[in-house]
């Protein structure tokens, strides 16, 4: 299973404990690779937090984690910062701004 997220001229795919990275062309919507960062063990979901794109957070269904990276504007590349326990198998991650 692939799942995408889209931020201006990027995008994002999970697969195989990773996120990859990709360039969207613009004009052609040609796919150009970022590369990929490793990510929790199967990573059943995943989603930049509204309110500048600038956090993404994964959910790991077979670690019951989630880690929360940091997201470069320019290039997308990602740095995890923070690796948080949950409850068993987490299936789902929605990004909420919450307040002004």
Excluded: H
């Amino acid at each position: 299973e692939i799942s995408l997220g889209l931020v201006g001229s990027e995008m994002c795919i999970r697969d195989s404990n990773s996120i990859a990275i990709f360039e969207v062309d613009s004009e052609s919507g040609a796919l150009k690779s970022r590369g990929q960062t490793p990510t929790e063990d199967t990573p059943r979901s995943f989603n930049l937090i509204a309110g500048g794109e600038r956090l993404l957070v994964a959910a790991g269904q077979k670690s019951n984690t989630l880690i929360v990276y940091s997201r470069d504007a320019e290039s997308g590349q990602l740095t995890p910062l923070n690796i948080y326990d949950c409850g068993g198998s987490p299936a789902w991650v929605l990004g909420v701004k919450l307040g002004e």
